[in-house]
């Protein structure tokens, strides 16, 4: 039986291809913050009949404490873990900027530094596996945000904007500084754009925002069951390369500076010396 590891489990994508993976006769552990969300996927486990191979995690992810925990709970529980899929997200493209308890920027710990602390963390667990592979959902293709070297808490020059589309582009070098560290690895590492999906990501936006942004997806945005499929077949058949992004079904160059191993390496032990320092 495969075991499929899902941050961001119980709701939008994550929830989709949890109930995929239930479906198709895997165990799935599937992470979240929030106990009402995670009864209703247990819920729905149980209509189909796997709520024997249905876990709920609850873990907040803002915090690094918590997401080395989780690994830690993880290892406990499977001898090895097939999939691990990283979509827990948050936006807060408004207002102040906020730190965790830990003295992070809420984006930068929550989309980032949780990836960051599963990804390595699980390495050995994803390594017992006969096909294993690690697919992080964010925005690869896309030309949008930078690192701010001099300032990655943006404590100085903060936007709720800046910051998300910031943890995109770190997200992006996470997978390429997973490959070159990790050289004889037969993990395969994801970078994964999905495109516009019709999740729930509206509600945490302001209003009249929310209502546009509903709307737009009524008219654009992929449903759920139609953006899991390609994720799903990823994930079943992974690439031959250590590290490849994707958007949607299209395989993306690894070119510029999205992709740049020097930066990705940099940005790694850079997040190295802030983990320590927790």
Not at 71 to 100: I, M, N, P, W
Request: with cysteine.
């Amino acid at each position: 039986m495969q075991t499929v590891v899902i941050t961001g489990g119980t709701d939008g994508l994550g929830k989709g291809l949890a109930l995929h993976y239930l479906r198709r006769g895997a165990r799935v552990l599937a992470v979240g913050s929030t106990p009402a969300k995670g009864e209703a996927l247990l819920a729905q486990a149980a209509a189909l009949s796997a709520v024997d191979r249905a876990v709920f995690l609850q873990a907040d992810l803002t915090s690094v404490a918590a997401a080395r925990d989780l690994v830690a709970t993880v290892e406990s529980t499977c001898s090895s873990v097939d999939k691990l899929v990283l979509c827990a997200q948050r936006y807060r493209l408004f207002g102040s900027r906020t730190v965790t308890t830990e003295g992070f920027e809420h984006s930068f710990a929550l989309a980032y530094l949780s990836r960051y602390v599963l990804s390595h963390g699980l390495r050995k667990a994803l390594e017992s596996a006969p096909q294993p592979v690690i697919m992080n959902v964010g925005t690869p293709g896309v030309r949008l945000g930078r690192i701010h070297w001099d300032d990655l808490q943006l404590a100085r020059r903060y936007s709720g904007f800046k910051a998300t589309l910031q943890s995109f582009r770190a997200n992006d070098l996470l997978g390429v500084a997973f490959a070159a560290l990790h050289a004889d690895t037969r993990i395969r590492y994801v970078g994964y754009n999905p495109g516009v999906v019709s999740t729930g990501m509206p509600n945490h936006l302001p209003q009249p925002l929310r209502a546009l942004t509903k709307a737009s997806f009524t008219l654009f945005a992929a449903s759920v069951a139609k953006a899991v499929a390609p994720m799903a077949c990823l994930l079943d058949e992974p690439p031959g390369e250590r590290f490849t992004a994707y958007r949607a079904t299209r395989q993306l160059p690894l070119k510029g500076a999205a992709f740049d191993q020097a930066d990705a390496l940099r940005l790694h032990h850079l997040t190295h010396d802030l983990m320590n320092a927790v």
